[in-house]
């Protein structure tokens, strides 16, 4: 009897996601890890794909950029629609890209939809419906604020608990989806994805003193208007007019103040408090995420890059193994 050789199957490719709340220093984080294990990053953030949108998305500045190679920031102008679809497109590409160089790819953002896009793909869902779209602002309009939302809560609980009670595009989604499909969108999120392969994935999510998390979020909200918000906002408007990505924290509360709605103090607070709520949504979503390694703690902290580092040589020593 002949023996035969089986080539061992390769091993999976790392891939690591750096997730958590805005201000948890998921950025400072991922620089370091990029610069340890000479890896490239790959923003997984919705509003850094505007271009032009630097102080209020809290990008990377262009010497960090310049000095470790990141991608999916500055792609397409902010009058352009851009999808989590987009994303998981580019996304995938991006890091086929870096791994074939031999670097690791290092995912890091506080966007859970595009995150959930790219490591678990999309659903087919149906294609937009402009009459429906049509329908459901008018019925928007005629029993005003919250109405889309309390329609979603009754056709789709679990969707509505994850769309802000503001967010009429994505409350228009799902609600196009829940009709279209005749189903939850949550249930048809489940059906048909192709997930992510060939990767094995070490997902590390920051998770800081509450606390101490809502002081940095004040600082940094107030920072950002010291820094030149308004005059962002108001180069912004006069270069490309009205954009659905100006309706962004820290950009929508710029533009009333230039239409006069606030005074500055006024802004900045509204600015703070929207920051806040949008941690705690971001914190809710990615405690669902499962294999989750959470540390608790700001990613420009000594222990917590310490222990990324060793779940990552852990991982690393499992898939040579």
């Not at 909200?221 to 962002?232: I, K, P």
């Given at each position: 009897m002949v023996a035969r050789l089986v080539e061992a199957a390769p091993p999976d490719l790392l891939?690591?996601?750096?997730?958590?709340?805005?201000?948890s220093g998921k950025t400072?984080?991922?620089?370091?890890?990029?610069?340890?294990?000479?890896?490239e990053i790959v923003s997984c953030d919705s509003v850094a794909v505007y271009r032009d949108m630097e102080i209020g998305t809290a990008k990377p500045d262009k010497a960090d950029r310049k000095r470790i190679?990141?991608?999916?920031?500055?792609?397409?102008?902010?009058?352009?629609?851009?999808?989590?679809?987009d994303y998981s497109r580019a996304g995938r590409a991006a890091i086929t890209e870096i791994s074939a160089r031999g670097r690791p790819p290092i995912v890091t953002g506080g966007t859970g939809l595009?995150?959930?896009?790219?490591?678990d793909g999309l659903f087919a869902g149906p294609q937009r419906s402009e009459s429906l779209r049509e329908r459901l602002k008018l019925s928007d309009k005629k029993h005003g604020r919250g109405w889309l939302y309390q329609i979603l809560m009754r056709l789709d609980p679990k969707s509505a608990e994850r769309i802000h009670p503001?967010?009429?595009p994505k409350l228009i989604r799902a609600l196009e989806v829940c009709i279209a499909a005749r189903q939850p969108m949550s249930h048809a999120w489940e059906q048909g994805r192709e997930a992510l392969k060939g990767f094995g994935i070490l997902r590390i999510g920051l998770e800081p003193d509450r606390d101490f998390l809502y002081q940095r979020i004040n600082k940094r909200?107030?920072?950002?208007?010291?820094?030149?918000?308004?005059?962002?906002t108001r180069m912004?408007?006069?270069?490309?007019?009205?954009?659905?990505?100006?309706?962004?924290?820290?950009?929508?509360?710029?533009?009333?103040?230039?239409?006069?709605d606030y005074r500055e103090v006024d802004a900045i607070s509204l600015a703070q408090q929207g920051h806040?709520?949008?941690?705690?949504?971001?914190?809710?979503?990615?405690?669902?995420?499962?294999?989750?390694?959470?540390?608790?703690?700001?990613?420009?902290?000594?222990?917590?890059?310490?222990?990324?580092?060793?779940?990552?040589?852990?991982?690393?020593?499992?898939?040579t193994d």
């Open positions: 891939l690591i996601v750096l997730a958590g709340p805005t201000a400072s984080l991922s620089q370091y890890l990029a610069e340890r294990y000479n890896g190679p990141h991608h999916l920031i500055d792609v397409v102008d902010p009058t352009e629609p851009y999808t989590a679809g595009y995150l959930k896009a790219l490591v503001n967010d009429k909200a107030a920072a950002m208007f010291q820094n030149g918000l308004v005059e962002e912004l408007l006069e270069k490309y007019g009205e954009a659905r990505p100006f309706d962004s924290l820290g950009y929508k509360q710029a533009r009333a103040l230039l239409r006069g806040r709520n949008y941690a705690k949504r971001q914190l809710t979503w990615f405690h669902r995420e499962r294999d989750m390694y959470w540390l608790h703690g700001f990613g420009d902290e000594p222990r917590i890059r310490k222990k990324a580092v060793e779940l990552i040589d852990e991982q690393s020593n499992k898939s």
